[in-house]
């Protein structure tokens, strides 16, 4: 019913930046909530940061000033701003968002395959 596609993750030094996109494609009527987890090796996936259709945006304590999430609602995309990246953020980042599905009215979850994000020197 509807995908989420990411894009953006890979190999970064200490200090250095990227951007994470995630795209839904699909029967969709409206996304209510777009966020980004991440779950590093070891560890359980936590709440990096998320979006509400109101533009609320959240995140977690230890992204706070280095991280920013927007959406662009007419492309269906969510973006992640990462600056300042720390080995600590190296991770498998997975998009999620909860859409009104046009088919049915109903609201559900999806998530997209995860994208790998390396911070190291």
């Known amino acids: 019913q509807v995908q989420l596609v990411e894009s953006g993750g890979g190999l970064v030094q200490p200090g250095g930046s990227l951007t994470l996109s995630c795209k839904a494609f699909?029967?969709?009527?409206?996304?209510?909530?777009m966020a980004w987890y991440r779950q590093a090796p070891g560890k359980e996936r936590e709440l990096v940061a998320g979006?509400?259709?109101?533009?609320?945006?959240y995140y977690t304590n230890s992204v706070k000033g280095r991280f920013t999430i927007s959406r662009d609602n007419g492309k269906d995309t969510v973006y992640l701003q990462m600056n300042s990246l720390k080995p600590g953020d190296t991770a498998v980042y997975s998009c999620?968002?909860?859409?009104?599905?046009?088919?049915?009215?109903?609201?559900?979850?999806?998530w997209g395959q995860g994208t790998q994000v390396i911070v190291s020197s």
């Open positions: 999620n968002a909860e859409v009104t599905i046009a088919t049915t009215l109903r609201q559900s979850d999806f």
């Open positions: 699909g029967s969709i009527l409206k996304i209510n909530s």
């Open positions: 979006i509400r259709s109101g533009a609320n945006e």
